[in-house]
């Protein structure tokens, strides 16, 4: 199909599994596993930078003298 | 760009396919030809149909030729094509055989690559927002650096790092968008 359109495409069929995707891939587990917790070491980072931030923002400010 | 498509695509919960993953004996078009008629949907972003530094300057005729064999692919079964420019009314300079398709406009821009596949698609239940699919873009990227800085890989448009970054934005896709999450089933 061309596109001559606003319309949106619907996207039909199912979708893959992680599994299934590594193993069509060829991705082994191990490093589909290693992925994984390198992504929420990401999520983690993020969660501790936005804690800080509004730490900061909560926290007084502190004037001199 | 290259990351926010797949970090896009993954998010709709497709499989993306490049023909940078394509290796072995069979020429190269032959390859092209079956990867392409294998996929339901193929995006072909012409954005960097553009001169090269190198002399002779040459543009590379690759993306839109690969359209073309999408194109023309159809009558071999259902074929969804895309087609991506980063501005208005230059797919009309540099393809007029495509009037009157409407290019998705991404302004070279990777949250205008995310902006307009959410443009172009859609599923019956799952559907990400636009910060979902920043999210899983940011993810992507920062898997593209360790993968770059930890292996020492020189480009990412090799088979192995594609093969990686695509389990990244899925996995990715699947802690970020909740209607991605578990295992199975037949998620639309």
């Not at chain 1, 590594?22 to 596993?33: H, L, P, Y």
Request: proline residues 5%; charged residues 30%; contains cysteine.
């Amino acid at each position: 199909m061309g596109h001559t359109h606003t319309r949106r495409t619907v996207l039909t069929g199912r979708i893959p599994t992680v599994e299934e995707l590594a193993k069509r891939r060829g991705v082994s587990r191990r490093r589909v596993e290693w992925l994984r917790q390198l992504i929420e070491s990401f999520h983690e980072r993020d969660a501790r930078r936005r804690r800080i931030a509004r730490m900061r923002k909560k926290a007084p400010l502190k004037r001199g003298r | 760009l290259y990351l926010a498509f797949i970090a896009g695509l993954s998010a709709f919960g497709l499989s993306p396919r490049a023909t940078i993953e394509l290796t072995g004996s069979q020429r190269r078009l032959d390859r092209i030809i079956r990867l392409l008629r294998s996929c339901g949907y193929s995006f072909h972003d012409l954005s960097r149909v553009a001169l090269d530094r190198t002399p002779p300057a040459t543009p590379r005729f690759n993306m839109p030729f690969e359209l073309g064999l999408a194109v023309a692919s159809k009558p071999h079964g259902r074929h969804d094509w895309f087609v991506f420019e980063a501005q208005r009314h230059r797919l009309t300079k540099s393809l007029s055989d495509l009037n009157g398709t409407d290019p998705h406009i991404h302004e070279g821009h990777p949250d205008g690559v995310l902006r307009a596949l959410s443009n172009a698609l859609v599923r019956r239940r799952h559907r990400p927002t636009a910060a979902q699919l920043r999210a899983v873009y940011e993810d992507v990227c920062h898997t593209a650096q360790t993968i770059r800085s930890k292996f020492r890989i020189d480009s990412l448009f090799e088979a192995r790092a594609f093969d990686e970054l695509i389990m990244a934005g899925r996995l990715s896709a699947e802690t970020s968008i909740p209607s991605l999450r578990g295992r199975g089933g037949n998620r639309r």
